[in-house]
């Protein structure tokens, strides 16, 4: 019998239960990611999110969080065409970024 | 060279001013409230953005003030000014040809923001405390051994108008930056969280501590407000905030929270500012003449300013309008 209710996940970051190991795994092996400054100049340039909701900025800012449900799809919008990489202000290797998230969130596997 | 020049403050800014004077010839007297020269830096471990301890700066200017035979007044607070004459807490007067308002900042009482709850939990601290820490050469509830979360919330105190200060602070941004380094550098197992609106490196060489603080010790950098703070059962934090950037909320436990406090416009501004000539801003710091051309000067021909009695300065600007104002009395008084 359904009521039609439901319950609510809590919306919150819980950062007392995320698991951060891919997180840091990520961090350790592209620590130029850590220079990101948030000013979202890749999110301003990129094509796929002149058309989507994708942004770079906030996929890499959730893997940073421990929150990886989801990301594997955005990032499969992405077209590598590496327009960020050039606008990026921190110098940071973005498309390998892109490739590595994916690989670590099991893409490629 | 019998000009009387009184400087109000013997922080670094008065300081300086009293030294550029002595070495143009004039005898300046500095009055300073305290029992001892050098303002806020007495109070500060290592500076931004070099590390270099604050005994470094203050000790060389201590050494020409009695070199150069400054007359130095402790203890005595001034409580009224006139364009001529000044007069202490005690009721004596003294009178002078110019007069240096040097009397600095306040830090901010974070008791005002009761929602991060200073002096109500244990493990919520300021950046002054933390100081005064480091100077101990040790953190409370932190321990080397064992991982430890930290987190420094900037802006408290500034650019928030419940507390009527709208401005920046300026300093506290790359003071939050050098003690997360500080912080992480004496207690390597722990993760540091800095919470910031924006972060405003205005100064050489601060840019590249932030990106040291990133790449080099990995300190993370969360762009929200903290919204409130709650002890837990266990003595820990638990703060909420936005990732404004991910666009949700965030909570998270911690064993210290450090306020980044700001600067407050000093106590004495409000009494000096019944003279005439002597204005304040909104947030309480004097207004100088003009904020690009005479920004040491005052709309009374004989009262200067130098430091952060009219604005958050950093100790170079502090130092630099010390001499800068020396220069304006010196061509005042015709030296
Ligand atoms: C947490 C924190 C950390 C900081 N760290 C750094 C750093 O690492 N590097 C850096 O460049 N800057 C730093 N700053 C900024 C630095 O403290 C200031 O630039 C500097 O103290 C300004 O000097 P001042 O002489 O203008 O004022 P103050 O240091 O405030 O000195 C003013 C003096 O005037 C006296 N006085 C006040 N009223 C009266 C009165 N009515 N009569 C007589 N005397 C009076 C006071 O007792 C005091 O001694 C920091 C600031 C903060 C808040
Ligand atoms: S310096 Fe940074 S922390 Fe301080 S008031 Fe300005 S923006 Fe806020």
Same mark, same amino acid.
């Given at each position: ?109 | ?98 007069? +240096?308002? #040097? ?8 008791? /005002? @923001? &009761?929602? %991060? ?5 244990? =493990? ?46 300026? +300093?506290? #941004? ?8 500080? /912080? @992480? &550098?004496? %207690? ?5 969280? =800095? ?141």
């Amino acid at each position: 019998m359904s009521w039609g209710y439901t319950i609510n996940r809590a919306r919150d970051i819980d950062m007392d239960r995320n698991d951060m190991t891919i997180s840091k795994l990520i961090l350790e092996k592209i620590p130029s990611l850590q220079g990101c400054i948030a000013c979202g100049a890749c999110v301003a340039t990129c094509s796929t999110g002149a058309l989507t909701k994708y942004s770079l900025r906030k996929v890499h800012t959730l893997v940073r969080r421990g929150e990886y449900s989801g990301l594997l799809d955005e990032l499969n919008k992405c077209m590598l065409c590496g327009k960020c990489q050039l606008v990026c202000p921190r110098g940071i290797n973005t498309r390998a970024v892109i490739s590595l998230i994916k690989r670590e969130l099991g893409d490629h596997r | 060279m019998n000009k009387e020049v009184i400087i109000i403050g013997g922080g670094v800014a008065g300081m300086q001013c009293a030294i550029s004077l002595a070495e143009m010839g004039v005898k300046p007297t500095i009055i300073e409230k305290s029992d001892k020269l050098g303002g806020k830096l007495n109070d500060w471990y290592k500076l931004f953005p070099t590390f270099t301890s604050a005994s470094e700066v203050l000790n060389p200017l201590k050494d020409m003030i009695n070199e150069l035979g400054v007359d130095v007044k402790l203890s005595s607070e001034v409580t009224k000014l006139e364009p001529k004459s000044v007069t202490l807490a005690d009721g004596t007067t003294m009178s002078a040809d110019a007069i +240096v308002i #040097c009397s600095g900042f306040e830090v901010f009482d974070a008791r /005002l @923001k &009761e929602e %991060y709850g200073y002096k109500i939990y244990d =493990n919520v601290i300021t950046s002054v405390d933390l100081e005064r820490m480091f100077c101990e050469g040790s953190v409370q509830n932190l321990d080397k051994n064992s991982p430890s979360r930290i987190a420094i919330l900037h802006c408290v105190g500034s650019r928030d108008e419940k507390v009527c200060q709208t401005h920046c602070s300026r +300093v506290c #941004c790359v003071a939050g930056v050098k003690q997360a380094i500080e /912080l @992480k &550098e004496l %207690y390597p197992k722990s993760e540091i969280f =800095n919470f910031y609106m924006d972060i405003r490196m205005f100064g050489c060489g601060y840019e590249e501590l932030y990106k040291e603080a990133q790449i080099k010790h990995n300190i993370h950098f969360v762009r929200g407000r903290i919204s409130e703070a709650a002890q837990t059962i266990d003595s820990k934090i638990q703060i909420k905030s936005e990732d404004t950037l991910i666009g949700r909320p965030l909570k998270m436990t911690v064993d210290l929270l450090v306020l980044m406090v700001g600067m407050s416009a000093g106590k004495s501004n409000n009494s000096f500012a019944t003279t005439d000539g002597i204005n304040l801003n909104t947030s309480g710091f004097i207004s100088p003449k003009n904020i690009f051309t005479e920004c040491v000067s005052s709309d009374v021909d004989s009262i200067f300013y130098a430091g952060t009695v009219t604005a958050p300065k950093n100790i170079g600007e502090s130092i630099t309008e010390g001499v800068a104002a020396a220069h304006k009395v010196a061509k005042f008084i015709k030296l």
